[in-house]
Nanobody, 123 residues
Framework: VQLQASGGGLVQTGGSLRLSCVAS????????MDWYRQSPGKERELVAATTSGGSTNYADSVKGRFTISRDNAKNTIYLQMNSLKPEDTAVYYC??????????????????WGLGTQVTVSS
């Protein structure tokens, strides 16, 4: 299963961006699709998470500013980022976990990462 993230860019403090991540391949079911980010010299951190049932979870640092949404029919998640701050600058990655169709008798699990998209917020 491959993930393709897009939508990053350069924005001023207080601006907005919308990230997208599309999963492709022989997908049987996606259970979780999440957004992570990593800044230079820092650990990768969970930004926002969503399940197939629609529940969501956010890092405290982005609550009230970021919104994760999901289109199950398109195997796509979005991250609407508002009121951006310089500390939001990072490479944003999407992660998906679920089941894929290997053959008619095997539906194993997968845990895939996209390549990331750069978000830069200028002060």
């Amino acid at each position: 299963v491959q993930l393709q993230a897009s939508g990053g860019g350069l924005v001023q403090t207080g601006g907005s961006l919308r990230l997208s991540c599309v999963a492709s391949g022989s997908i049987f079911r996606i259970n979780k699709m999440d957004w992570y980010r990593q800044s230079p010299g820092k650990e990768r951190e969970l930004v926002a998470a969503t399940t197939s049932g629609g529940s969501t979870n956010y890092a405290d640092s982005v609550k009230g500013r970021f919104t994760i949404s999901r289109d199950n029919a398109k195997n796509t998640i979005y991250l609407q980022m508002n009121s951006l701050k310089p500390e939001d600058t990072a490479v944003y990655y999407c992660n998906a976990r679920g089941l894929y169709i290997r053959d008619r008798d095997h539906i194993p699990g997968f845990d895939s990462w996209g390549l990331g998209t750069q978000v830069t917020v200028s002060s």
